[in-house]
């Protein structure tokens, strides 16, 4: 909206600008202080990567003190721990077993997403809990395996190694990738690189995860129509041409049935949660009980001789070690660092934006490269030990947060049931049918497509929209890789536009005021006889600077030509407002240094420019001294 021009300031055709000396609420004001080389570097880095000084608290401590500092920077655990009591535990034992309910079904489900065998879904929410609950600094988060990661994931894995001919060399890749991925989130954090993230806008990750959600749901109807021949390709075209296919030979209708029941069953439970916050605990608790109904049933009806198809064995006990398995040099590593690097961004995407969410609910913050430093210790462990890329997951942190959790012991304690389910009851899930796998999936994703969030970027910016759709579409009509290029192509596309092409605006005096705003959004701003205002809103640098110039002369000839039409007062002075421009280059400056005029007589006659500033106002007036003859050109930045 910009700053109201003082009524000091105001000019009239009648009176020029006066000489700021004569003015008594006009400051001087002088430039920046030159700074060296050395120093204007250092402190530009300074603010960059450092803005939080992370080691102000390392000042003046004797060095047991900074050793104990650096430990609790890098363990946040033994510092909240040290303030830790029963009443918190009570409330993180609560929402630890309500979380674990939820996510060994889940678990089961996204490691199938992912073309790995059940129990590495179930491994990777052991031990990557555990390092996190040590090393981040969420109260809420969960961790686990999602579904968008998965599925990427997997895409990515079997493009290079297929995973029903040669699963353990597809294994192995999997935990090379997760092992880049852990490297990759670990590096931006130490590196203090946390802001690239936010280089990919919400719009983008708003159309991302939606676009996810419908290409998750749509991979889902193998399990849930019972096809056992299915397409490998993610796109819709050639999913729905898959299931289409199949329908007069492919389909179970027992496999339908039991999925349709359940997948029933897990929407209401999650409608029931959303309008009765006190039943959070009813969409949590609903997958596992549709595992062990739908299991039992099975069982006892030995429908897996009908064509049900079942999970069969879960490698029952803790994680193996993996160590070996890791490619660290070779074709399959570099493979593994690229799927890896783009699995990591986008969980440490997802994790950074529920991390924000939820501690903005309770007022508090988070350190984002701390953060990063977590999650990618967390996988470079998890990878060593049979896990793959996990990260944190929306729904669950949901139901952390409602379940009331206080600390990160909520995932210790989910940790915990993994690990005794592990031990002692995997094999009762030999008989779980894929289809409750499915109705899991879906019932989940379902949440990720936010049609509100969409609504909502329509009205408010049509560029947004169109990332958000264009991130949407890509993932359903061609793949997911397609749509996470395209989301990213379009958010820097975006900050380059905002960068080189700055809104202007004409301001208007609202009546009876000494205030200046934008006409188009405010209907009675009335523009002052024989004078144009126009207002620059963005930092003026060498990549604007020819565009900003050329802006207001198109301003200042389209202003003149209605003038002339409707037989008006014509322009005699333009006055630049710059109380937005927070950064100016010296590209900008020969523009308010002179005005260059139609001829030498005219050049040698024109009152020189004067620039002022009141309070936290700047701006720039430009006098044109003949108004039979008023059209102004400001000279070439260049």
């Not at 670990?186 to 690189?193: E, K, S, V, Y």
């Not at 959004?521 to 207002?535: E, F, H, N, S, T």
């Not at 421009?581 to 005029?597: A, E, F, M, N, S």
Request: aromatic letters at 10%; glycine letters at 6%; a positive charge.
């Amino acid at each position: 909206m910009g700053h109201s021009v003082s009524a000091e300031n105001e000019m009239s055709p009648q009176s020029p600008p006066q000489h700021t000396d004569d003015l008594p609420s006009v400051h001087k004001v002088r430039l920046a202080p030159q700074r060296k080389l050395y120093w204007e570097f250092t402190s530009t880095l300074k603010e960059t990567f450092f803005a939080d000084d992370p080691l102000r608290s390392f000042k003046n401590q004797p060095k047991s003190r900074k050793l104990l500092l650096g430990l609790q920077a890098l363990f946040p655990i033994l510092e909240w721990s040290r303030h830790y009591n029963l009443s918190k535990f009570k409330g993180d034992l609560i929402a630890g077993l309500t979380i674990a309910s939820l996510c060994i079904p889940q678990d089961i489900g996204y490691a199938k997403l992912a073309n790995l065998a059940p129990n590495y879904g179930l491994y990777s929410s052991f031990v990557p809990p555990l390092v996190y609950a040590c090393m981040g600094s969420s109260r809420d988060i969960a961790i686990g395996p999602v579904a968008v990661v998965s599925l990427l994931l997997g895409i990515l894995l079997q493009n290079e190694v297929d995973p029903s001919n040669n699963p353990a060399e597809y294994t192995r890749l999997a935990f090379t990738a997760t092992f880049f991925a852990g490297i990759t989130q670990a590096t931006l954090g130490f590196l203090r690189l946390g802001f690239l993230i936010d280089f990919l806008s919400h719009a983008a990750i708003v159309g991302f995860m939606g676009g996810s959600a419908v290409t998750i749901a749509l991979q889902q109807l193998k399990g849930f129509l019972g096809i056992k021949k299915f397409t490998k390709k993610s796109d819709i075209v050639s999913v729905m041409h898959s299931v289409w296919g199949s329908v007069h030979h492919g389909w179970n209708w027992q496999t339908i049935l039991i999925g349709s029941v359940f997948l029933a069953f897990l929407l209401f439970a999650k409608y029931i949660g959303k309008k009765r916050k006190n039943l959070f605990w009813v969409p949590a608790i609903a997958p596992l009980i549709s595992v062990i109904v739908s299991t039992f049933f099975v069982y006892i009806t030995r429908a897996d001789k009908h064509g049900v198809q079942i999970v069969r064995d879960i490698t029952k006990g803790i994680n193996p070690s993996s160590f070996k398995q890791i490619h660290f040099t070779g074709k399959f590593a570099a493979k593994g660092f690229r799927i890896g690097a783009v699995a990591g961004l986008i969980a440490l995407t997802e994790a950074t934006a529920i991390g924000r969410t939820f501690a903005a609910m309770k007022d508090y913050q988070i350190d984002g490269n701390r953060e990063m430093v977590a999650l990618g210790v967390m996988n470079v462990a998890g990878s060593m030990t049979s896990c793959y890329v996990a990260t944190g997951s929306f729904s669950r942190s949901a139901v952390n947060y409602m379940a009331g959790c206080n600390t990160a012991v909520s995932n210790i304690v989910m940790s915990v049931v993994v690990m005794l389910t592990l031990l002692l009851i995997t094999p009762l899930f030999k008989y779980t049918p894929n289809a409750i796998l499915a109705s899991i999936i879906i019932s989940a994703v379902i949440g990720l497509i936010d049609y509100e969030a969409a609504i909502l970027i329509w009205k408010i910016d049509k560029f947004d929209f169109i990332a958000c759709m264009g991130a949407f579409f890509g993932v359903i009509f061609v793949s997911v890789e397609i749509g996470l290029l395209i989301a990213v192509s379009v958010s820097f596309a975006k900050i380059l536009w905002q960068v080189t092409r700055p809104r202007t605006a004409i301001l208007g005096n609202l009546p009876r005021t000494a205030i200046y705003r934008n006409v188009e959004q405010y209907p009675d701003a009335r523009k002052v006889p024989g004078m144009l205002i126009v207002r620059v809103d963005s930092a003026i640098y060498f990549s604007n600077s020819n565009y900003v110039r050329e802006r207001i002369l198109r301003w200042l000839s389209d202003e003149e030509e209605q003038l002339i039409a409707n037989n008006q007062p014509r322009i005699q002075f333009l006055i630049v407002e710059m109380s937005p421009v927070t950064d100016i280059r010296h590209q900008w400056h020969p523009c308010l240094g002179r005005v260059v005029q139609e001829s030498p007589e005219e050049r040698s006659s024109a009152s020189s420019s004067k620039s002022w500033a009141s309070g936290d106002q700047q701006a720039a007036c430009l006098k044109i001294p003949r108004p039979d003859r008023p059209r102004q050109y400001i000279s070439d930045c260049r």
